[in-house]
């Protein structure tokens, strides 16, 4: 005959095989449903936002003047890409960039090393047009947007120089025997 403890032992074990089985069966009865979540209703679409424009400061007699020295067309660029410089219609002194597909108002300013600096009124970006070439920037990343514009006037520029002859410097060379 089984002794009392193996009976029990076998009884424990038949508790555990049933019970989930029995736990299963009465929670999913009585568990309600998770409620469904309603459906997404479509946002309606929203108006364009139109960035407010910037209203340029009265040009200052030093702007005029670095405005006559800004070298306006159509600047051939490095990876054939374009830039279109003209003066602004809307605001005097003041110049209109177009690069890809963005306009940038520029205000120009004579830099103390005799270059010109096109500063953008909302601080974006900044052209820097020197004789022999120009480049935009973006001042925000500090990196260079497009490099080694060349507009029509540098482009003459740059032919006359290569054309010229080239000065012989006395302070650098030795006397000829």
Known sequence: MASFSTLLAGLNLAALLIAPVAFAADTAQTTPAPARKPAKVAAKPKAPV??????PEPATPEQISASERVYYGEYDCDFQQVVHISASERHPSYVELRFAKNRYLMKPVLSSTGAIRLEDVKGQTLMIQIASKSMLMNVKTGT?????????????????????PVPENTLLTAPRP
């Open 50 to 55: 139109v960035p407010a424009e910037v209203v």
């Open 144 to 164: 260079r947007l497009v490099d080694a514009c060349v507009s029509p006037v540098q482009r003459v520029a740059i032919e006359t120089a290569k054309a010229a």
